[in-house]
């Protein structure tokens, strides 16, 4: 069964962000400070188009920063390339969906400003000794309401339960998710759906306001888990009056219509309700009136407006006329640098995330369609010879300065720190004696190969000509035939992906004298995302290398990320143009794995899963996993979401924090300040914000 959750992820465009600079994941983060909702878009300044009729940014150059203010402080436009596809929420993998669905409905837990879960829909919740059990207890008076904000009963622990087997019935493309962690779970996904079969899976709703939870092993970080909307609630009746396929048991897609993107699709619990989802123009949250914990939701509407990223001082200008309160300084403008003095006393750097990016390898592309080169079955063999090699890979790792390629948009001090060498987030699992997650994967990584690189962020310790030209001496020993040509998709109405793409394809060329060439496949946003984001299906993949895609993570334990690139489970095996598991159980192209050190990797992980008890083991473990990838290059991981110097009205920090889950796609607690906040107020802001992290 294949299974899908490109994010992040996780993402959306790999890299392009919105201008409110907000990750998710997520986007995330995964979260810079402020809104760090991901649609995965890479550069701030890819955003909205506002009306206005001038260039560039010269007619709004002489505001003075201090006398702008916004007078509405109730309301938020947000310049995003968003684009829901469901309001299915516990079936979406994608960020573009959760950043909107997140606001609709809530989970059992999320987290606080500081990152610290706290209660949700559970006013509380407990464990058994060993954590195989997780029992929560529902909060009472919450309702259900729909688009017209007409109360539609009561939400019981019922709901979860509901939400649940919906999403296992309809192949929820984060089932992978609760595979081996909610007994019976993935028996079910392979069962008739019977209610027989369904009584065999470990969710069980003990009283209307009691949850329970009974998993396959002691999993101590189940608890955040649950702020992931796989395991949001779903009403079963309103859920079942959404067309006969709707039917628990007896599902069929095409005779439901819950979630359809339609207002009157879904039910809402959370702290927003859809007023308006126009494609590629608006996207309209009005405040939800009976929301249960209402007095943290300061903004009344939410306004997400298209822009397609073809005008880079869109939101700048929409910005200084008080359209955005949020927007972000580009290095790509001729004039950044006068941008810079302007607001020299306002611009801060927003905070780094928990995503990670970078090149994803195609191993066995079927389609060529969307191609520069690929014309006869001799040019495509060589590349595909090519990418099966670890020399080559590791010769495209030593040739791409992933620093250039970020300053496009960033300074380059941001750009230096923006670099990312390890597939997965900085907190993943620091060891008790102080040793950091990425400092045990420099370990693992140094006792695996002899070399000893520093992985931390903001290190670059594989770029070197040399070493790309040695290793692509060894490549052509293989008998591969240079120069090699790899199609990569640009998103062509994006002024900044476009020079992002054209500078990978120069340092790449200039680092292999030519032997290495990119074939920038330059379309247009709907193919690159059917493509590149949204495909379901590794025979449709239709490229050689992909950057759209990122990923950030889902819950707090190491796990989250090294699943992606599981053999039998990995959400990437579609992006790499491979299957995971067959009907019987069988590895889909074994072969291929085994000779890109999938296999390897796929022990690793699963030796790494079977530790809960000891923790520094079992992150030891997960970064040899994370090692081992580095060490076959089969994934090159090179950055984090892309960060952005920022001017803003958002208070800072006011909104949701976590490096995981959905909590911070959320605006619920996010404020805005009449005055644009000072570089002096937003530091002061930030040092009480880890002051607090550290505490929890």
Known sequence: MNKKKVIALLLAFAMMIPVFLTACNKETDKKPDD??????????????????????????????????????????????????????????????????????????????????????????????????????????????????ENEEGTLTAEDFVTGVRHGA??????????????????????????????????????????????????????????????????????LEGKGPGCALGSPDPENCSFGALQNDAILYNGGYIMEENTAKSRIVMKANPSYWDKDNVFLKKVTYIYDDGSDPYSVIKGFESGLYPQAALSATWEDYDKYLDKYKDYAYFNLPNAY?????????????????????????????????????????????????ALAVTAPEALAAETLRNVNNFPEAGNLSDGTTYYENVSKQYEEMTGEKVDLNDGQ???????????????????????????????????????????????????????????????????????????????????????????????????????????????????????????????????????????????????????????????????????????KHAFYIPTSQQTRGQVVSHYVPFSQLYSPWGASQLKFKSLQLQENIVTAEERQAAYEKFEEAKKAN
């Open 35 to 148: 809104k760090q909702t991901t649609t995965n878009t890479e550069n701030t300044d890819d955003t909205a188009n506002n009306g206005e009729e001038t260039p560039d940014g010269e007619d709004n150059k002489e505001v003075d920063p201090s006398q702008m203010k916004i007078s509405k402080l109730d309301e938020l436009n947000v310049a995003s390339a968003t684009q829901v596809a469901t309001y299915d929420y516990v079936l979406s993998s994608k960020t573009s969906d959760h950043e909107i669905n997140a606001n609709l409905v809530d989970g059992l837990l999320e987290t606080d400003t500081n990152g610290k879960l706290k209660p949700c829909l559970a006013e509380s919740y407990e464990s058994n000794e060993d954590k195989t059990v997780w029992t929560f207890k529902i909060r009472q008076g919450v309702n259900w309401v729909d688009a017209d």
């Open 169 to 238: 019935e309809f192949k929820s493309e984060t089932s992978w998710l609760l595979q081996d962690i909610i007994k019976g779970y993935s028996d079910y996904l392979k069962s008739d759906f019977s209610d027989e079969e369904w009584e065999k899976v470990g969710v069980k709703a003990l009283s209307e306001d009691t949850l329970e939870f009974t998993l396959e092993k002691p999993t101590p970080f189940f608890p955040s888990m649950t702020t992931y909307t796989v395991l949001y609630p779903i009403s079963r009746n309103f």
């Open 460 to 630: 670059d310790p594989w770029l070197s000509k040399e070493k790309a030209l040695e290793f692509i001496a060894k490549a052509e020993e293989e008998g591969i035939k240079f120069p090699v040509k790899l199609d990569m998709l640009v998103l062509q109405t994006s002024d900044s992906l476009v020079k992002k793409g054209q500078s990978m394809k120069k340092s790449i060329e200039e680092n292999t004298d030519g032997k290495i060439i990119i074939e920038l496949v330059m379309r247009d946003k709907d193919t690159v995302e059917s493509i590149a984001y949204r495909n379901g299906d590794p025979a449709k993949a239709d490229y050689d290398i992909s950057t759209f895609t990122g990923w950030g993570p889902d819950y707090a334990d190491p796990k989250s990320f090294v699943d992606i690139y599981s053999a039998t489970t990995g959400n990437y095996m579609i992006n790499c143009g491979l299957g995971t598991e067959d009907e019987e159980g069988n590895v889909e192209d074994q072969d291929i794995k085994e000779q890109v050190g999938i296999m390897e990797y796929e022990k690793y992980y699963r030796e790494a899963d079977k530790e809960t008890s000891d923790m520094d083991k079992r992150y030891t473990l997960f970064a040899k996993a994370d090692a081992c990838l580095i």
């Open 356 to 404: 990670a990016f970078g090149i994803v390898f195609n191993f066995n592309r079927q389609t060529f369609d969307e191609t520069n080169y690929a014309s006869d079955e001799e040019a495509r063999e060589n590349t595909h010879k090519a990418i099966l090699s670890e020399n080559f890979r590791k010769a495209l790792r030593a040739a791409y300065d992933a620093k250039a």
